[in-house]
């Protein structure tokens, strides 16, 4: 579970509330040496952390901006599988999407989309997932369903008025005709 540290605290309490979860909850905090003994726990079934620890127990917090590629190799093996390429994760439930999954370019995208490939349950949840219109979903989609939702550009062109300038082409806002598929 992907929240902010206030949302931790609230997860922690609501997962108590079903006493045959109690002892399987794991929040993800402190030091580095803390969290690498946390992420190791065999007995926990829910890991609780903010995004940013996340990134940075993965290494992508030390990436430099322009990084193309995202390396896993500190995440822990329970999570992702190198050889299959695959994550081992059950659910991810992502609390507040909106704030780091917004942008399909973006290092944490890059970085869900390779650890998290495979996950049969991904629940991104906010109050507030659009901003600028129908393009802040779908990084959300795809990494709900990958194959379903493949192309930025075909979504874009689906959903969204395009216009061409001359840097190429620009997202004009949300297509008119298909508000009513909206409400």
């Not at 909850?25 to 030091?31: A, H, K």
């Not at 007995?43 to 290494?59: E, K, P, Q």
């Not at 390779?114 to 349950?121: A, D, P, Q, R, V």
């Amino acid at each position: 579970i992907f929240t902010s540290e206030k949302g931790m605290g609230a997860y922690l309490r609501d997962i108590k509330k079903f006493p045959q979860h109690e002892n399987k909850i794991q929040l993800v905090y402190g030091t580095k040496a803390a969290r690498e003994r946390q992420w190791k726990n065999s007995v926990a079934r829910y890991f609780i952390v903010t995004y940013n620890t996340f990134l940075s127990d993965i290494g992508v917090r030390s990436l430099n901006k322009d990084a193309a590629t995202v390396t896993v190799s500190t995440v822990p093996s329970w999570v992702y599988n190198p050889k299959s390429k695959m994550s081992l994760v059950d659910a991810v439930v992502c609390d507040e999407f909106h704030r780091v999954l917004r942008r399909h370019t973006s290092k944490t995208f890059k970085a869900f989309a390779t650890i998290f490939k495979g996950t049969k349950y991904f629940i991104p949840m906010s109050g507030s997932a659009v901003d600028k219109g129908p393009q802040d979903l779908w990084a959300a989609l795809h990494l709900c369903d990958p194959k379903l939702w493949s192309s930025y550009w075909k979504y874009v062109a689906t959903w969204c008025d395009l216009e061409e300038t001359h840097f190429g082409k620009k997202i004009a806002g949300p297509r008119a005709d298909r508000a009513e598929q909206w409400k």
